[in-house]
C-alpha cells in the first residue's frame, strides 16, 4: 500500500523527514496505520512543493494538492509538521524559508487574498466582483489567511532562531496585516473590499452587496469567509477572531525582541487586547443545553451562530492554536456540544464519527476533524477511537481526504488534499514523541 511517488518524481526530499519516517512507522504495531504515516507525513514535499532560489532568496511555492494554486492557511498547515525537524536538515530549513518568503509576497500582492498563482497567469475566478490581480487565483478575505503566514514565521524563528526572513518585505507585509486587521473592525466605514460571484452556490458568493451582512462594530474583525472558503453568515467568525490575538501576540514579540521596535509591538498589543475583550463580551452564549459555550460566529447585534466547521481555525481547534487551554471551562462545555446532535454540522454513521462543514453539505465527515480531536484530547480512549476512524476510512488509497459519507468512506471528496496528510502525519509523530503506548 506504498502509495508514495518514486524517488525520482518528488518535488522535494529531506533526509531528516526520511530518517523520521523509518523511526516512526517501525514503532507502529498496526501495518495499515504505519504505511498510511509513511504515505502521508511526506506528501506535501513529495507532491505538492516547488523549490527554487529567487534574487538570492529561497522561494517555495506549495499547491494544496489537486488545485493548483497556494492558499495562504494550507501552505503554512501543509508545512507546519516539518518545522520541528528543520535544524536537522538546513536543506528542509531552506525550504521553510522558501514557503516564508512567498507568502510575504502574496500578502505584499493583496493581503485580502486567500488563494495565488505562481505568477500572473489568470484565473478561473478572474470575474468575480471584487479587485482581481493576475497573480491571484481568488480573492476571498479570510482573517486566517494572514494569521497563518504570522505563524509560520514565528513558529520558524522560535524553532531555529533564524531571523533571515524577517527583511524590509516581511516588515512591510506585516504592517499590512495589522492596518487590514484594523480595517476590518469596520470602526468608521465598511473598508475597501466587497465580494461579489456569478453562481448557484450560495456560500460562495457574499449577502449585503459584497460585505456581508451587518455587524455592530465591537473591536471584533469581520471575516467575510470562513477557513472553508464558505461565506460567513454573521461576519465576526469567533475562531478566526481567537487566532488573531494569538497572531498579534506573536507579531509583537518579534518586533521588540528582533527590531526593538516597541512602538509596532505596542499597537499589536493594544489591538489584541481590544479584540480579546469584545470575545469575552459577544463570544460566550447561553447554549439551550449546554449553558455558556462558545458560538461560532456573532454580529455584535447578540445574534450568535451555534455550529462548528472542520476547517481550521474552529472552535474545536482553539488550543492547538494556543487561544486557550484544553481545560478551560468554557472550551470544555463547548466540546461536549461539538460532539452532539446539536451540533448541526457533527455526523455520526457507519463508518465513522466527526464533524464535517457546509462546503460538503450533510453526512460527510472530515478526516482534519478526527484528525483534530485526537490532537486536542487528554484521553487515551478518545485518541485511540480516532486512530480506528482515520485508518479504517482511507477508502484504500493510502492517504487522507477532504471528507467522507458518514455510512460509506468509500464515498469521498479530494483524493489529493494535502493538508489532511500533513496533519494527520503531525498527530502520529506527536504520539510517537509523547504517548508512543498508543502506537504499539
Not at 152 to 170: P, R
Request: with cysteine; glycine share 6%.
Amino acid at each position: 500500500m506504498n502509495k508514495r511517488p518514486k524517488p525520482e518524481d518528488r518535488k522535494f526530499t529531506s533526509e531528516a523527514v526520511e530518517n523520521i519516517i523509518e523511526k516512526v512507522k517501525h514503532s507502529i504495531s498496526d501495518k495499515v496505520l504505519a504505511q498510511l504515516f509513511e504515505n502521508c507525513f511526506p506528501n506535501t514535499l513529495d507532491t505538492t512543493v516547488h523549490f527554487k532560489i529567487e534574487n538570492g532568496k529561497p522561494d517555495t511555492f506549495v499547491i494544496t494538492g489537486d488545485i493548483n494554486a497556494m492558499w495562504l492557511r494550507d501552505s503554512t498547515a501543509q508545512v507546519w509538521h516539518y518545522l520541528q525537524l528543520a535544524n536537522e536538515d538546513e536543506k528542509l530549513k531552506e525550504m521553510l524559508k522558501g514557503v516564508i518568503n512567498r507568502q510575504t509576497k502574496c500578502i505584499l500582492i493583496d493581503p485580502y487574498a486567500n488563494a495565488f498563482n505562481e505568477g500572473p497567469t489568470g484565473s478561473e475566478w478572474a470575474n468575480d466582483f471584487t479587485e482581481m490581480k493576475p497573480e491571484l487565483h481568488e480573492r476571498k478575505w479570510e482573517i486566517d489567511s494572514l494569521c497563518y503566514a504570522v505563524r509560520l514565521a514565528y513558529g520558524f524563528w522560535k524553532t531555529t532562531g533564524d531571523t533571515s526572513c524577517f527583511d524590509e518585505d516581511w516588515k512591510s507585509a506585516t504592517n499590512l496585516i495589522l492596518k487590514t486587521f484594523i480595517e476590518q473592525q469596520r470602526k468608521t466605514s465598511r473598508g475597501t473590499y466587497k465580494f461579489g460571484r456569478a453562481t448557484s452556490w450560495s456560500t460562495d458568493t457574499v449577502p449585503g452587496n459584497g460585505y456581508g451582512n451587518p455587524i455592530n462594530p465591537v473591536g471584533l474583525i469581520v471575516s467575510v469567509f470562513r477557513p472553508s472558503d464558505d461565506a460567513a453568515i454573521y461576519p465576526f467568525l469567533v475562531p478566526s477572531n481567537f487566532f488573531s490575538v494569538v497572531s498579534l501576540q506573536q507579531l509583537a514579540e518579534i518586533y521588540q525582541k528582533v527590531f526593538n521596535d516597541a512602538e509596532f509591538s505596542s499597537s499589536c498589543l493594544s489591538l489584541a487586547s481590544e479584540i480579546e475583550n469584545a470575545l469575552n463580551e459577544y463570544a460566550v452564549g447561553n447554549h439551550l443545553n449546554f449553558g455558556k459555550i462558545y458560538s461560532y460566529e456573532v454580529d455584535g447585534f447578540g445574534n450568535k451562530l451555534f455550529m462548528d466547521d472542520a476547517n481550521v481555525p474552529s472552535l474545536l481547534s482553539l488550543p492547538y492554536l494556543g487561544c486557550c487551554d484544553v481545560s478551560n471551562d468554557v472550551y470544555r462545555r463547548t466540546r461536549e456540544f461539538l460532539f452532539s446532535k446539536n451540533n448541526p454540522y457533527f455526523f455520526r454513521g457507519k463508518a465513522a464519527e466527526g464533524i464535517g462543514s457546509p462546503h460538503t453539505l450533510v453526512d460527510k465527515i472530515w478526516h482534519i476533524s478526527i484528525t483534530m480531536r485526537a490532537l486536542t484530547s487528554r484521553d487515551d480512549e478518545e485518541i485511540f477511537e480516532c486512530l480506528e476512524y482515520l485508518k479504517r476510512t482511507h477508502a484504500g488509497t493510502g492517504f487522507m481526504h477532504e471528507s467522507f459519507d458518514k455510512d460509506n468512506a468509500d464515498d469521498f471528496t479530494r483524493k489529493w488534499f494535502a493538508w489532511a496528510n500533513s496533519l494527520f502525519g503531525e498527530l502520529i509523530l506527536k504520539l510517537y514523541n509523547e504517548k508512543p503506548e498508543l502506537l504499539k
